[in-house]
């Protein structure tokens, strides 16, 4: 697998804001996946994208593809305290997937 | 669907002893998966099985460790001679092969090597 890379590697918001984690790499991705973690939890999946300048909603989620196929995004609008945890962005060639080191969110209430 | 299951949730143990870990994947995956993740980072990929099949290994896995999946459905990981480096969580994963192939994840084993 290709090493992605996210920042921030930490946001703190207040319940209410909108979040923004960025994932990139130096190479082309053939796919990219996003998982959360919460604490003290393990890592499910949340949405792949495949296609370049893909967007996927889930609820107040937003998934983001670039159109080089080297960067993607997570959004969350208003985010709230089931929020909290850990996104990874997971870069998938063939098999192995690659995790990132993560976004912890936390949301002070 | 059962969810992957993992046993034991907690290992403690002494520098040198030998543990194995097993994990029970959902039932109708082909692929299975061992990760490692330590605090504050990602899950460490370590190696991955399709069916009884071993078709990788890490580079960054020693000799000390190693994995099994004799009939391709339950998988073991038993770490020889253990080193408290190798206190960890060590994630079970196992998935379907596809196009739009994604992780379930079991709860993990937690190591601590004293």
């Known amino acids: 697998g290709q090493q992605v890379m996210q920042i921030p590697q930490y946001q703190h918001v207040q319940e209410g804001e909108d979040f923004t984690t960025y994932c990139n790499s130096s190479?082309?991705?053939?796919?990219i996946q996003w998982y959360k973690q919460r604490p003290g939890g393990h890592p499910v999946f949340l949405i792949q994208?495949?296609?370049?300048?893909e967007v996927k909603k889930q609820k107040r989620l937003t998934f983001q593809f670039g159109e080089a196929k080297k960067n993607s995004s997570l959004h969350i609008t208003a985010t709230q305290t089931t929020d909290v945890g850990t996104y990874f962005c997971v870069e998938g060639s063939n098999y192995k997937l690659t995790f990132g080191k993560g976004t912890l969110l936390t949301v002070n209430p | 669907d059962t969810g992957v299951s993992q046993n034991p949730r907690h290992k403690i143990t002494k520098r040198g002893q030998n543990v194995t870990f097993r994990c029970d994947p959902i039932?109708?995956?082909?692929?299975l998966y061992w990760y490692r993740q330590t605090l504050g980072q990602g899950p460490e990929f370590l190696t991955y099985?399709?069916?009884?099949?071993?078709?990788?290994k890490s580079r960054l896995l020693s000799d000390r460790f190693s994995a099994e999946r004799p009939k391709g459905s339950f998988s073991t990981l038993e770490i020889q001679r253990t080193e408290q480096g190798d206190s960890a969580m060590y994630l079970c994963?196992?998935?379907?092969?596809?196009?739009?192939?994604?992780?379930?994840f079991g709860s993990g084993t937690q190591l601590s090597v004293l």
């Open positions: 099985f399709q069916n009884e099949a071993q078709l990788e």
């Open positions: 994208l495949v296609k370049s300048g």
């Open positions: 039932s109708e995956h082909n692929r």
């Open positions: 190479t082309t991705l053939s796919n």
């Open positions: 994963a196992s998935s379907l092969a596809g196009i739009n192939e994604k992780l379930f």
